[in-house]
Each structure stands twice: as C-alpha cells, then as structure tokens.
C-alpha cells in the first residue's frame, strides 16, 4: 500500500476553550476519495478548517510525508491544499473569469507559465461557466456558484482538494452533477477529502468514509461497507431513502 497523502493522529481542535474535536484519526491515500459524514454540530467543518490552519490545532498532521501542525494556512496553500468553503466565499462583483484567475495565484506563485492551461481543465469540467465566463459571479445560480467555487480551487491545481458540504441548498440535479466531477477528479490524481451531511450520495462517491459523532470518529471504514452498516442506514440512510 502507498504511503498516504494526508495522515492525522489524535487531533484536537475548537474555539477557544470549547474543544469540538477530540482526538481524531484519519488518513487519505494519494489519488482516493475520503468523506467524513455526520450530523449538524459534530464537526466536519471544524475538522476541515483545522487541517486547513484556519483553526489551531493540536495533535499530528502529515501532508505528503511531512508535518504541518504548526504552518500557517498560506504554506498550506503553496503546498498543495485547497479548501472549497461551505459559503463558498465567491467574489460577486467579479467576473467568473476573474474569480478562476485569482484561484491561480498559487500556480503564479510558483512561476508556472501555463497556468492558464488549467482554466481550460475547469471549463471542460463545467461548460455552464465557459458560456459565463464574462457573467459577475454573484448572478450565478446556486449550482453555477459551487461549480465556480470549485473550479477555483481546482485553478491551484491542488494534490488535496477539501469539499465543506458541496450539495448544501443544492437541487438534486445538480447535486448528482457536482458529484459526478467529484468522481471524476479521481482520474487526474487529486486526493479529495468530502465533508457531506447527503450521506448516501457521499458513500456513494468515496472510496473510504469516516462517521463523525459529537466530536468524536465514532465508525470508519471501506465506504461501501459503512454504506451497508446498520447504524449508517438506521440513522444516516434510512431518512435520506426516505426524502429522496
């Protein structure tokens, strides 16, 4: 087995002295889909910003053999990690264009010259924002919006690219759309890490999913396992069945 790309040990992270994580292990193997399911509280998205460096953290963080427990997030960025944000925190009065631009900044940084190449990559992935490549991003619909904030990401061309809630306010469209460029990043090496309270559609897109509860890892293993365990379906699934 390759060594993984993302390796967390006993991690702990909160605001201020409200500790919300507490001792988590988890680890992504280069080129996988990764997702980390629970309820609303648990702390998928405080997970997320800890291994972001938003958050302070405590405990072990190895991205691609080395640790960054104590790096700022701008070093987190120029390595390799790109976070896709649950607001998706677009620029409105910019254009879609522009918005892809600016998420090149870490390619421009390290003197790539074809970085525009990777606009290309994105506008192969969603047509919908080559035909609004000249549209302000704050105009998009809520689907459009995702696709930029993801396809911004997807401009530093990251080796970690971590999803806070894709599908969030998402019609089901749309959302089986995002998930299928999901999947498809897997092709082009990208390790994925998904945050996603749609379980069954996050289980269905993972290789190898993590049950967070109150804080805590409470199940984990092979997606497709989890996917047939009873608590999973008891409490995760079986509501999702039901609304689908």
Known sequence: MSTPLLTVKNLHAGYGKAEVLRGIDLQAEAGSIITVIGPN???????????????PATGSIEYAGQSIIGLPLEERVMLGIALVPEKRELFGSMSVEDNLVLGAFRQVLLR????????????????????????EAGTLSGGERQML???????SRPSLLMLDEPSLGLAPLI?????RTIEALRKTGVTTLLVEQNARAALEAADYGYVLEMGEIGLSGPAADLASDPRVVDTYLGAARKTA
């Open 41 to 55: 509280g648990a702390g998928k998205s405080t997970l997320l910003n800890a291994l972001m460096g938003i958050l």
């Open 112 to 135: 790539n010259k074809q970085w525009r190449d990777q606009m290309e990559v994105v506008f192969d992935l969603f047509p919908r924002l080559k035909e609004r490549r000249a549209q």
């Open 175 to 179: 959302v089986r759309e995002i998930f």
């Open 149 to 155: 904030a993801l396809g911004r990401a997807l401009m």
